[in-house]
């Protein structure tokens, strides 16, 4: 009898073992894209080679020509989490994977806005990480100083009302709505003096998205007016 009760235990406990496994490979392939979708996504933002290549499906960095006193720029927002967010200036790449400094959440490149220098970079992770070291970011940001934000994988999860609010402080309006998985991008600035507030923002649905659980990636491109004295 004992021996008949201990083999219907292992038998159940293996059973159980089994749905566990199961249920564990179901939660991965819905929470994350299969390898093929990442392959076939790198693909069809390279222009369809294997490796990755300036066009304009990727987002180049060239830019149309700019008025002297403007800086030129472009951003794109992250494709699904498996393409990097990217950032550019005057025709060079300041931010992407390339480079090594873009990351999944919230993406910032930070601007003089008089003279175009690059100040510094910074990749905040919306999901897993604290939401401290980008509202102390957010409020290092001084007076003159243009911001630009690209948003990749999932940019929503751990803000706060006082990071909106900061951010929303440098003519962003989307920042209320942003949510989770949402694509967006962002060009804004601290002070009267930097007249500038561009955005575009799109909604993840899972009705419409075109990658898996995330929307399509967004671009916008343009022209930063010089901060005058």
Do not use: H
């Not at 401290?132 to 290092?140: A, G, H, T, Y």
């Amino acid at each position: 009898m004992a021996i008949r009760f201990k083999g219907k235990v292992l038998w159940i406990m293996l059973v159980l073992v089994i749905a566990a496994v199961v249920m564990a490979l179901i939660l991965q392939k819905i929470s994350s894209p299969s390898k093929a979708f990442k392959e076939d996504l790198r693909r069809s933002l390279s222009g369809g080679s294997e490796t990755p290549k300036t066009s304009s499906k990727a987002g180049s960095c060239s830019i149309r020509d700019c008025p002297v006193d403007s800086f030129s720029f472009f951003i794109q927002s992250g494709a699904a989490n498996v393409v990097p967010a990217k950032i550019c200036l005057q025709n060079k790449l300041v931010l992407g994977a390339v480079l090594n400094n873009a990351g999944p959440g919230i993406n910032i490149v930070l601007m003089n806005g008089k003279t175009g220098e690059v100040m510094k970079t910074g990749t905040f992770n919306m999901y897993s990480d604290d939401v401290k070291p980008l509202i102390e970011f957010l409020k290092s940001i001084e007076t003159g100083n243009v911001v630009l934000m690209a948003s990749y994988d999932e940019p929503a999860t751990k803000l706060t009302e006082e990071a909106r609010q900061l951010i929303s402080e440098l003519g962003s309006s989307a920042v209320r709505s942003l949510g989770f998985r949402d694509n967006w991008v962002f060009v804004g600035g601290k002070g009267a003096s930097v007249q500038i507030s561009l955005e575009k923002y799109m909604k993840s649905d899972g009705a419409k998205n075109k990658y898996d659980g995330w929307p399509e990636l967004i671009e916008m491109r343009g022209c930063i007016p010089r901060k005058l004295e």
